[in-house]
């Protein structure tokens, strides 16, 4: 069955510097989300991208985080300078069509120290 | 009650007996609500989903119920087993969004005893 995969699934990085979070999602899936879940807490949208274009963000999404398709398997999340509240499960998502039924990957457990 | 360090609701039964997990959400203008269950170290898998005309909805062992009225859903697993042991959440879509952003409610440890 096929499945969404995201690496590292743990990064640990230092305050201020930039990390890369990869996703490849599910390959005829057309619509990519990433999620966060702070430990102990519930899932939060930060943005949707598709056509190559973010099409929705939440405030989450400030200027330090960006996302890419570098090509036509990768979705990446980056984050420019690290905070240590950037600490998280980084969840990547992809559905077929603009739908509610997302899968989603295994997570990234960023650590910023 | 809460979990301590996890700051989850939680909720232990006995494998076999039947479990309830409740959410409540918060907006009216949601149309689709969906159960996602997560194990430790895995994302959130889809479970059952419910549109906001329905009042019921059942999958294998497992029933949604919706009550718009006071906006609370509740996911029903019939003869729990030790695989079932998760956090369950609760989400929420307004599908006239400009997208299907999911927006999670917090939680609730499942824990089967054997």
């Known amino acids: 069955e096929p499945e969404v995969t995201q690496t590292p699934s743990h990064q640990v990085t230092q305050m201020g510097q930039e990390v890369i979070l990869r996703c490849v999602p599910i390959?005829?899936?057309?619509?990519f989300y990433w999620y966060r879940q702070i430990l102990g807490q519930k899932v939060e949208f930060l943005v949707s991208f598709y056509n190559n274009e973010i099409s929705e963000k939440s405030e989450i999404f400030d200027d330090q985080f960006s996302v890419e398709r570098p090509d036509g398997s990768n979705f990446t999340l980056k984050i420019r300078s690290t905070k240590l509240e950037d600490s998280a499960m980084y969840f990547c998502?992809?559905?077929?069509?603009?739908?509610?039924?997302?899968?989603f990957g295994p997570g990234t457990r960023l650590t910023v120290t | 009650g809460e979990s301590v360090g996890l700051h989850l609701p939680t909720l232990s039964v006995q494998e076999g007996d039947n479990s309830i997990i409740n959410c409540a959400y918060s907006n009216s203008a949601s149309d689709y609500f969906i159960w996602y269950k997560q194990e430790s170290g895995k994302g959130p898998q889809f479970i059952i989903d419910i549109r906001s005309n329905m009042d019921k909805r059942q999958g294998q062992r497992v029933t949604v119920l919706l009550n718009k009225t006071v906006k609370h859903l509740s996911l029903q697993i019939a003869a729990t087993q030790p695989g079932d042991s998760a956090v369950y959440f609760c989400?929420?879509?307004?599908?006239?969004?400009?997208?299907?952003?999911?927006?999670f409610g917090k939680g609730t440890l499942l824990t089967v005893n054997p």
């Open positions: 989400a929420e879509i307004n599908s006239g969004g400009s997208n299907y952003k999911l927006t």
């Open positions: 998502a992809s559905s077929e069509r603009r739908t509610y039924e997302q899968y």
């Open positions: 390959s005829n899936h057309l619509y």
